[in-house]
């Protein structure tokens, strides 16, 4: 089952700060987040790891809540470069490689 | 780096054609994935292998199958090609490594099917 991300689009001024959210249904082993430019490949951001704690990328962290079974991505001080749409990826751990995507999260940096 | 390539940006084809997506990648990686994306879906995993020779079924593996005769390159097959599979194909490799999969993504290959 897909994990739900939210907001589903977010419009922010230059400099502004936004957190996206994912939250699954199921036991959760890893979250993995990244970032998609138009007509681009997904790019890898960073990877929660269960137990793990959280990880930062310039001014771009994220923090996992295993009871909550949610991981949030925080973007401060937004810049023109971070636009694209955010994806989280959950892993169930174990020898299951897979991720299942959530929908997706469109972030439009406005100057 | 991590190069993943795919063998088209796009592709027209026309219902009934039989159509191979071909993804290669460099860093010897065991795992490789083929995912499909659609405006408001985001990505759905097709098929994913994880040695040669070997695959499993994603969330959406209907209408399609794969080959992975070597360990660099993962083929997505399209028997009998449908306008419902007109998409962007995504393919992805990821080592075998403890503890978190990253994911490298190819370029993608737009497929319309008329």
């Known amino acids: 089952q897909q994990p739900v991300q939210s907001p589903q689009a977010v419009i922010l001024r230059e400099g502004e700060d936004a957190v996206i959210n994912c939250s699954s249904s199921k036991a959760l082993y890893s979250v993995h987040w990244y970032r998609q430019k138009h007509g681009e490949a997904p790019v890898f951001l960073m990877i929660?790891?269960?137990?793990?704690e959280q990880k930062g990328h310039e001014k771009i962290s994220a923090s996992f809540n295993e009871k909550k079974q949610q991981s949030s991505l925080y973007l401060t001080a937004s810049q023109l470069s971070y636009s694209g749409t955010y994806f989280c990826g959950t892993g169930g751990g174990g020898s299951n490689y897979k991720l299942t995507f959530g929908k997706g999260t469109l972030l439009t940096v406005n100057p | 780096d991590v190069k993943v390539t795919q063998s088209s940006r796009y592709l027209v084809k026309r219902t009934g054609e039989k159509v191979f997506l071909e993804c290669v990648q460099d860093m010897d990686h065991e795992n490789m994935f083929w995912y499909r994306q659609d405006p408001g879906l985001g990505l759905r995993l097709i098929y994913f292998s994880y040695d040669v020779k070997m695959k499993e079924k994603g969330d959406i593996p209907e209408g399609y199958s794969v080959s992975r005769e070597k360990k660099e390159r993962f083929s997505l097959i399209l028997e009998s090609a449908s306008t419902n599979q007109t998409s962007m194909y995504l393919c992805?490799?990821?080592?075998?490594?403890?503890?978190?999969?990253?994911?490298?993504f190819g370029p993608g290959t737009r497929l319309t099917v008329l």
């Open positions: 992805a490799s990821t080592p075998l490594s403890a503890g978190g999969h990253t994911q490298y």
């Open positions: 929660l790891l269960k137990g793990g």
